[in-house]
């Protein structure tokens, strides 16, 4: 699916679609994970991405985060989710999908939002995963867009040894937040 979403993804940058590229300096990811005792946010800013939208309303994206990149405030418990993940072999999560925006979106001179889904994949710790994740998209006639959403993908379907404290494992269940801001460019 990866092959086919950025051949996808290049051949609809060429068209008469609007092409935008994800703004790191505004944008975030972040992934929140449960312990017994206490639960752990890592946000990162250093993020790529590209989303086209076609003429028909159809879009799709890809975006991707350097694992090394997400930080939690404590370096320690940063190193060891690294590990967990093997970010060494695996350096990037990765989201892609598509998604129906609705045809008189393309067109549209106003600020619109609209509330879609993109179903799609996730490739983390080498595994890739389907996924469905609930997005809020708003387009503004000025060229930018914010995409936000969140969805929770299992640890142990990736196959990540859950790093544990006082020998309890981290729950199973990570949700991952995203807000992204995207400016318009050329194709």
Excluded at 11 to 30: F, I, L, M, N
Excluded at 32 to 48: A, C
Excluded at 101 to 117: I, K, S
């Amino acid at each position: 699916m990866a092959a086919t979403l950025l051949a996808l993804l290049l051949a609809a940058a060429s068209s008469e679609g609007k092409t935008y590229a994800v703004d790191p300096a505004t944008s975030t990811v972040r992934y929140h994970v449960v312990h017994k005792f206490h639960s752990v946010t890592g946000t990162s800013s250093t993020i790529e991405g590209k989303a086209v939208l076609r003429p028909d309303g159809q879009a799709i994206a890809m975006v991707r985060i350097p694992m090394a990149s997400f930080d939690s405030g404590d370096r320690n418990r940063d190193s060891n989710m690294r590990e967990a993940v093997d970010a060494a072999r695996h350096p990037f999560v990765v989201l892609k999908g598509a998604m129906r925006l609705g045809a008189e979106l393309p067109a549209a001179a106003r600020a619109l939002t609209v509330e879609t889904r993109m179903e799609g994949e996730v490739e983390l710790h080498g595994v890739r995963k389907s996924v469905v994740v609930p997005l809020q998209i708003q387009l503004s006639p000025d060229g930018t867009a914010r995409a936000r959403g969140s969805f929770t993908v299992s640890l142990d379907a990736f196959g990540i040894e859950r790093p544990s404290l006082l020998f309890v494992k981290i729950d199973d269940a990570c949700r991952i937040e995203v807000d992204l801001a995207l400016r318009e460019g050329k194709s």
